[in-house]
């Protein structure tokens, strides 16, 4: 499902603003261990960001890549710039780049996921983390995870995922490997509870 296509509906889906949480048989390379924040969620489909996954690329490679500044720029960066979390967000587009960020900072594309957290996936945002004038909490995601119709409900019927409502704190959080069982603990859950087998009462 393409991004632009799931982030016009207007309706919120009850997925909406969850955190997905891969089960142990969860199998595919994209999502094992993962924990994943769903933006939008509709009868068209879904589309969220892996939060636990990280990225070679750093933000001054970004920066380079970008042009936003040359090699004896890069240099001078503060460390705040240098170490702005980059991470892999999912297997779709790839190439392209999205900032969640806290309700602080708003552009013309910048669109609101929850109340206090908002997508922007335009280079203004990349320009104002450099310049200092960016949002107080930001990460940002290369790539976004998305589900066609029907194919979340289903995965989740096939005890792929827990679900839960997502945690800020956990969303820009910086220690990536602990955000797994993290996310865990939310639902009161420890990795060695989880069972691979599909329970239907």
């Not at 636990?52 to 001054?60: D, E, H, I, K, L």
């Not at 066609?148 to 910086?174: H, K, T, V």
């Not at 939310?186 to 990795?191: S, Y």
Request: a negative charge.
């Amino acid at each position: 499902m393409a991004f632009s296509a799931i982030m016009d509906k207007k309706e919120r889906g009850f997925l909406d603003g969850q955190f997905l949480i891969a089960m142990p048989n969860l199998k595919d390379g994209n999502f094992v261990r993962s924990v994943v924040y769903i933006c939008a969620h509709s009868p068209a489909g879904a589309m969220g960001f892996i939060i636990n996954r990280a990225q070679p690329v750093s933000f001054t490679e970004l920066l380079l890549h970008l042009k936003m500044v040359d090699q004896s720029e890069a240099i001078m960066l503060p460390g705040a710039t240098r170490d702005f979390p980059i991470l892999s967000g999912g297997p779709v587009e790839t190439g392209r780049g999205f900032v969640l960020h806290s309700d602080d900072y708003s552009s013309e594309s910048s669109i609101p996921v929850s109340d206090d957290i908002s997508l922007t996936a335009t280079l203004d945002i990349v320009r104002a983390i450099y310049d200092g004038r960016g949002p107080r909490r930001a990460t940002m995601m290369l790539g976004y995870a998305g589900w066609g119709a029907g194919q979340l409900e289903a995965e989740i019927g096939a005890n792929a995922w827990l679900n839960c409502p997502a945690s800020e704190e956990l969303i820009f959080d910086r220690s990536l490997d602990a955000k797994y069982d993290r996310a865990l603990a939310l639902l009161g859950v420890r990795p060695e509870m989880l069972s691979t087998d599909a329970g239907h009462a």
